[in-house]
């Protein structure tokens, strides 16, 4: 990751599905380890891909139970995290600096808990 830029690189962390290794590695880098906002949003990166797991793991499971009207509830929390990562994709390739709910809090705490 020495010749990666810090844009790249938080663009890396929000590919969906495989970002979350871009995310580790990021975080696991002596090059990034002074970078706040790009460690940010590796943690939101990492954090958004918890969610899609949870929702796959834990609430589509508990929710089929329910039937179809409780599985397209798990469906649509699929969609959300998914559009999620398009929106961070598009946000951070423009630069701009994003906190999604929930998740960008978390990412602000990992981050700030790292600082000292």
């Not at 329910?66 to 929106?87: D, K, M, P, Q, T």
Request: charged share 15%; glycine share 6%; hydrophobic share 55%.
């Amino acid at each position: 990751m020495a010749g990666i830029s810090d844009r790249t690189a938080s663009l890396l962390c929000y590919i969906p599905m495989v970002g979350w290794i871009a995310a580790i590695i990021v975080l696991a880098s002596h090059r990034f380890r002074q970078e706040p906002k790009v460690r940010f949003h590796a943690f939101q990166g990492l954090y958004l891909f918890v969610a899609w797991l949870l929702v796959q793991w834990v609430v589509s499971p508990a929710l089929e139970f329910n039937g179809g009207v409780s599985r397209l509830f798990g469906g649509l929390l699929h969609l959300l995290i998914f559009a999620a990562w398009i929106y961070m994709l598009v946000k951070v390739s423009h630069n701009e600096d994003y906190r999604l709910p929930i998740v960008g809090e978390l990412a602000d705490r990992s981050v700030s808990e790292q600082r000292m």
